[in-house]
């Protein structure tokens, strides 16, 4: 609008100036004058206009190549991404198939040394009646009460070796909420008709054979599978796994699983390994180093079996132990005879100050809660709050079942 009122202007000026001009060279004249002028203009604002729209169409493509540089960078960075991701999908399944082959390649060691030490034994000790002959004879309801040692070490060799091994877990409660915290894993053997060979049943056998170090380790391997499987939904809910004295002091087998172990620490934060008092207290130097390392690994260690609180604690936070298993009978009546320092009432103090938690264990009826809330304790476990079940068959998904599902037995370990 500027540039057409400056053209008018101009040509009235160029009019004016003409009409002057035709004072001297008449009015014709003047006007085509004007007319140049105004010619000019036109010319010169065309110009103007055709420089303004190169400027801007510049200004457009360097948008456009700033556009495109931007997407080729983010193309670029999605790109890398995507390979890093990869990568790292690529390098977990790696690991995964890793810890899969290393642990099939433990079993497979573990189950030749097993072998061969129940054919040595078995040559040593003939069998006088074929397993058949005795189950033809032993009481059909379960015929493992009929069988001979040689006989029961081989069915054990082949409850584990088919995987017919069943967790059983004991819930752990918060007081006074009764909020489950933790379980308790409890291992049981199943024989080929779906008996279940209680731990009572396959130690007395095992141990006098050498071969406890061996049954723990592959049960202690199904149970971490088992446990790995069951705190993928839940978090929040630990897990203490058994292992026996005679394992942590098997200089062959203890570093194995603790290699396993090692490969497996992301379960650190659900697995809770447990040793009885006895165990602990006859671990001796080489006993407190397989300790020190597995805690090392970051796994909480608990003691349960506790037959005197003459303890020392400090030395057991050192070690790695997180929680005290102490029964309740013993924390209301017996805390003179276990040789405990302080009275019941202040006992959970003394072990907070050391990192403990309080575990009163083998809790029966309200009355006994009633007393240990008395005395402040935190965690219980007992029948009271749940007796030991079988892990749902969805859950554990074992390669073989027996025909005759096991029957649900309440379990409570000797001593």
Known sequence: MIRVLLILTYSLASIVLGGMTGLYQGLSAGIFCGFIAFLFLLQMDGALLRRQDRKAHKSEIVSLKRSHAAMEKAVAETRAKMEEVTKAVEARATAQSKKIVSELQMLESLMREFAGKISGKAKAEPVEETMLERRVRAPAKNYLDGLG??????????????????????????????????????????????????????????????????????????????????????????????????????????????????????????????????????????????????????????????????????????????????????????MGVAQAAVAAEDIKTLLERHGLNLIAERVEDEKTVVQLLDYAVDFAQGYLFGEPRAVRDDAIKPVEKAETPAPVIPFRRAG
């Open 149 to 334: 040692e040689p006989e029961l070490l081989e069915t054990i060799r082949a409850s584990l070796e088919e995987n017919r091994v069943d967790l059983y877990l004991q819930p752990i409660v918060s007081l006074p909420q009764r909020k489950l915290r933790f379980y308790e894993a409890l291992s049981r053997l199943r024989a080929e008709d779906g008996s279940v060979i209680m731990p009572a049943q396959y130690i007395k056998v095992a141990a006098p054979a050498g071969l406890m170090s061996v049954v723990d380790n592959l049960l202690l391997f199904r149970c971490v599978q088992i446990v790995r499987k069951l705190t993928s939904k839940n978090k929040g809910v630990g897990v203490f796994c058994n292992i026996s004295g005679d394992t942590l002091r098997d200089a062959e087998f203890f570093p194995q699983f603790l290699e396993y172990m090692h490969n497996n620490r992301d379960l650190a934060g659900q697995i809770v390994f447990e040793f009885e008092q006895s165990a602990v207290l006859k671990a001796g130097v080489e006993g407190e180093a397989n300790l020190n390392y597995l805690s090392g690994l970051g796994f909480a260690l608990s003691m349960d079996h506790v037959e005197t609180l003459a303890l020392n604690f400090e030395k057991l936070k050192n070690m790695g132990f997180k929680h005290l298993k102490v029964r309740a009978e013993t924390l209301m009546q017996g």
